[in-house]
């Protein structure tokens, strides 16, 4: 009796137990990416999921690289400056000089600033000089005053030679704002101004360096806004590669924004030494830069034939400011790193914003982790045979 009873409940141990094994093949601890769930979809069934699955190869980096190359190069605003010509509006203040008629001539002295010792162009974008009057000057350029200066004062003086400059630039501004070092207004002079200088006249994008307090700059990202629309500048590609297509000519009222880098991220996780979120810094970040960052992957746990980088297609667009935007269609990109040699092309597959790196972990590591998690169910069978014996 007691040798049927240990039989019948050997019997249903082994049954529990086989059907926990099949449940935990199910349910493995951890994240998984199965890809015959990939491979193996319907087209319909792939279109709705809009996500490639795409091993990382020579012919991949070859094709990215020529993608980048192919980018067009063309300004979506003007950038020549030949054609730049400075207009006096109203609130700059000009200095008129009237050579042999120093009582036409308001003397600077050596302790008066050029603001108070020039002439004001009013709000209603005139001003008023002796024998002239008042003169409509908003508009013109330095030569045209000049010249108008000269007709009008010929009247009472006998060729008269004037000279006419700007003294202080105040009608004209663009505004800098986020990651520079001096954000705020900056003033449009007779010497053109494009996005780069209007940078550097802010004190230059602020860094890590120095301050740990301040983020580093997103140089790719920089928003330009003009008559309400928005346009995205890629600073990096003026600095790094000499591309002076988006280092567009500025016009008064330009908002220029130079955002964070925070928004930069690429995310390592699974089988790696230290899983973080990693800054791209200068926008250039490799594979293997990202796996080097957080320690290498774990050899002990890591399946290296089975890297992930999961690519969501999320990009910034121009309209959106730092808000990101589905523009390309979701892929997951395979690295098969069993053998070394497959880290030159981790080396030269290039990341994204927002890319997340994944690495699987190994099979019979992933069966040590099921078979720890049922040890105590196990455990707790093998004591109730025991007690049944006795």
Known sequence: MLMGSLSISNKVAMMLLASMLLVSCSTVPGMQIHESGLNERSVEEVEAAKVDLLPITAALVIQQMNAESAKPDMPLLPVDDSSYVYRIKAQDILQITVWDHPELTIPEGQFRAAADSGTLVHTDGTIFYPYVGVLEVSGLTLPEIRARLTKRLAEYIEKPQLEVRVAVFRSQKVYVTGEVMKPGEVPLTDKPMHVLDAVNAAGGVTSLKGDQNRVEADLQHVQLTRDGKSYLVDLMSVLKDGSV??????????????????????????????????????????????????????????????????????????????????????????????????????????????????????????????????????????????????
């Open 245 to 390: 297509a988006q280092n567009y000519l500025l016009q008064d009222g330009d908002l220029l924004h130079v955002p964070d880098n925070l928004s930069n991220k690429v995310f390592v996780l699974g089988e790696v030494k230290s899983p973080k979120a990693l800054l791209i810094h200068k926008g250039y970040m490799t594979l293997a830069e990202a796996l080097g960052n957080v320690g290498g992957v774990d050899m002990t746990s890591a399946n290296s034939s089975r890297i992930y980088v999961i690519r969501s297609g999320a990009e910034t667009g121009p309209a959106q400011g730092r808000e990101f935007v589905f523009s390309a269609k979701p892929a997951i990109y395979k690295l098969d790193a069993s053998s070394p040699d497959a880290l030159i092309l981790a080396d030269q597959f290039r990341m994204k914003p927002r890319d997340v790196v994944f690495v699987s972990t190994a099979p019979v590591v992933v069966w040590g982790r099921v078979m720890n998690q049922l040890q105590s169910t196990i455990q707790a069978i093998y004591l109730g045979r025991i007690a049944n014996i006795y």
